[in-house]
């Protein structure tokens, strides 16, 4: 006969209403308050207190000797609810370790000193209200005072872990998490102003401007109410930011489209980076940063999401798109971007000291800088007019920067940028470094040769280790699957026919995904009334089981990148495309018939430019080749017209044919061989 002796487990709950359970039952209740709080006190120390220090805490009226004596009958009563969890001895007394027994407040210190953040969100889930909610002693003023002291720590403690929490939801993007915290919070320190300063920036972030501004509302009549104090200056500096004047937000930032069309899955990791630099550039400790990543990708979108957070945060704001112009015309990006510092509603010039000379190279630029006239220049004068105009646009920014206390200077497309643009951007960092000013662009490497302008300037400042970069890359199916989910009324078997469908055809590309879903609504494939989406499942073998056409804004993309090759290298590209999505190296020499020198020139031009990428080789060590999208290969094959695709076809065959021939023969080759050696 054998049995088994299963040990008691104990559950306290300390944080809030105090809760105390054997195997999951309520205990029965203690013999008396002084009894539940010598508990409670005990179970928050992680080491053996002595029996002196204890009834000094709750008998300090008494004797030493019935104190003594107090203590061991209290700890008596207790061991009859709770036994073995208090190992004694004459002098001290400790938690038993070989108990099984959970402690809120140890099991939150212990998740929070891992400092990470899904153990810190468990960790605030532990949180239900005040330490020892309604338990005080009047008769015990030692014990009440050090009840005092650890609510205070414990307020602090689990502010700070809340608002940590939020601010490491803000920095990935995720403001609906970030938001739910601060709420939490609110529920449990009304009147915390950084929680509210915190929900305040989330709803602005999150394009909800009305809920911000009633956010602050609420916090000014709460702190009125329950301190009897204004708003700080921080908190009044952001509703300042948020509230739009015209719509042009004060600092002279035109507030993007703050809620995406797609959440940006799979880039919090970038957020966070980019959030962070950002706070380093506020120290005057930041670096020039770069977002790379192929047409499409997602770069704007999640800098749009970057410079709503540097406006909520109080920095001004410069942004432009860089344009290629075939005329000639230089600084257009700049003058995009500045041209708010020199608007009617928000003029630098009214309340910035700028020195006359520099206004006068200033209205080069901006006829906005009005009063002064420009000044004719001199072929001899060139070099120091340029010299001089980069100088008055640093004394505009450092008064902008003077101004907000912080700046930010965001171009996107840098690719576009010419050689005066890239050479004032450059004066631009290196003049204005130790100021408070971040500079951040978005480009595509796959746009820049070597030679590229960009390129050279890239490496300067990667050779000057003043270069942060990080690249984007394309999402995968499981965020595809997250975003169909948010058509409501999709059964599961059709998100993940989709899931999977779009997926393969825009291989995680967000713009070509979000083109080729558009394109299927246009062909009421899916379809939406009431909030209640229907996918047609005839429909969409109808038009998308087959191949599907390219959508003209992707077809666009595709054409500006081919536009930029030769029609000799546009040409052999396309006999590639001919062979398939993949082909071999001496597959395109033989169907191309051009030179093996030039075939390798345009094989390295278009890997550079992402058009191709380099599969490892065979076993037969061939060197294999596959376009880097499945569309940009249906848009190239396109470019044939029938004539050309039956000869290549037939060039194709023939190669093939003798291909099969030299294959049967090295094998009978091999095969007499073999016999002979047998």
Not at 64 to 69: L, V
Not at 327 to 339: E, K, Q
Not at 364 to 390: C, D, M, Y
Request: net charge negative; proline share 4%.
């Amino acid at each position: 006969m054998s049995f088994s002796l299963q040990q008691d487990s104990y559950q306290i709950r300390l944080l809030g209403p105090i809760q105390i359970e054997r195997n999951g039952a309520p205990i029965g209740r203690l013999e008396s308050r002084k009894a539940l709080a010598l508990l409670c006190y005990l179970c928050c120390q992680n080491k053996a207190v002595s029996r002196n220090q204890l009834t000094e805490l709750f008998w300090a009226d008494k004797s030493e000797t019935r104190g003594r004596g107090n203590l061991s009958r209290v700890l008596h009563s207790i061991g009859q609810e709770m036994p073995d969890v208090f190992l004694a001895d004459r002098h001290s007394i400790r938690l038993n370790p070989a108990t099984q027994l959970w402690v809120d407040v140890l099991n939150f210190e212990s998740l929070m000193a891992e400092r990470k953040p899904h153990l810190a969100a468990a960790a605030t889930e532990l949180y239900r209200g005040e330490f020892l909610e309604d338990l005080g002693l009047k008769e015990c003023p030692e014990f009440d005072v050090w009840l005092t002291g650890r609510r205070e720590q414990w307020q602090q403690r689990v502010a700070q872990s809340f608002q940590s929490l939020i601010t490491h939801h803000i920095e990935r993007g995720e403001y609906d998490r970030g938001l739910r915290a601060a709420t939490r919070l609110l529920a449990l320190l009304p009147w915390d102003e950084d929680a509210h300063r915190q929900k305040i920036l989330l709803h602005y972030l999150r394009g909800e401007r009305t809920a911000a501004l009633a956010q602050f509302d609420r916090c000014r009549q709460i702190l009125a109410d329950e301190l009897g104090v204004e708003p700080s200056r921080e908190t009044k500096q952001l509703r300042s930011q948020i509230e739009m004047i015209d719509g042009i937000p004060i600092g002279g930032f035109s507030m993007p489209q703050l809620t995406p069309v797609e959440p940006l899955y799979e880039r919090n990791e970038a957020h966070t980076w980019l959030v962070r630099s950002f706070e380093e550039a506020r120290r005057a400790q930041g670096k020039f940063t770069l977002v790379e990543g192929e047409a499409g990708v997602g770069k704007t979108a999640l800098l749009d999401e970057i410079m709503a957070y540097a406006a909520g945060r109080g920095a001004r704001v410069l942004r432009s798109r860089c344009y290629e112009y075939r005329s000639g015309l230089s600084f257009g990006a700049f003058v995009n971007a500045l041209r708010p510092l020199f608007g009617v509603q928000h003029n630098l010039l009214a309340t910035a000291a700028i020195d006359d000379i520099w206004l006068l190279e200033l209205a080069q630029l901006w006829p906005e800088v009005k009063g002064v006239q420009p000044l004719p220049i001199s072929p001899k004068e060139e070099t120091n007019a340029r010299h001089r105009l980069f100088e008055a646009v640093a004394q505009a920014l450092t008064a902008a920067i003077k101004q907000a206390h912080s700046a930010v200077l965001f171009f996107d497309d840098l690719h576009e940028a010419d050689q005066p643009t890239l050479d004032l951007l450059r004066y631009l960092y290196h003049r204005l470094k130790g100021y408070p000013i971040w500079f951040v662009c978005a480009y595509r490497r796959e746009e820049t040769t070597p030679n590229h302008p960009l390129s050279l300037f890239r490496n300067v400042l990667v050779r000057e280790g003043e270069l942060a970069a990080t690249e984007l890359a394309v999402i995968g199916q499981e965020s595809v699957i997250q975003i169909l989910r948010q058509y409501e009324g999709l059964s599961t078997p059709q998100v993940r026919r989709l899931a999977q469908f779009l997926q393969e055809e825009s291989e995680g590309n967000p713009f070509i995904l979000s083109e080729i879903r558009r394109a299927m609504e246009d062909k009421q494939v899916l379809s939406e009334k009431d909030g209640i989406w229907q996918m047609d499942s005839v429909a969409f073998d109808e038009h998308f089981c087959q191949e599907v056409t390219i959508p003209v804004a992707v077809g666009a993309v595709f054409e500006t990148k081919l536009a930029r090759l030769n029609p000799r290298a546009r040409r052999l590209l396309q006999i590639a495309a001919g062979l398939g999505r993949e082909f071999q190296h001496k597959q395109l020499l033989a169907a191309s018939g051009e030179p093996e020198e030039w075939i390798e020139v345009c094989l390295s031009s278009w890997i550079a430019r992402r058009l191709v990428i380099e599969v490892e080789m065979d076993a037969a060590r061939q060197h294999t080749y596959r376009f880097s999208h499945v569309m940009l290969w249906r848009a190239v094959l396109h470019e044939l017209t029938p004539m050309q695709r039956e000869r290549l076809d037939l060039r194709i065959n023939e190669m093939q044919q003798v291909d099969g021939q030299a294959t049967t023969a090295g094998r009978a080759t091999i095969n007499r061989i073999e016999e002979l050696t047998e």
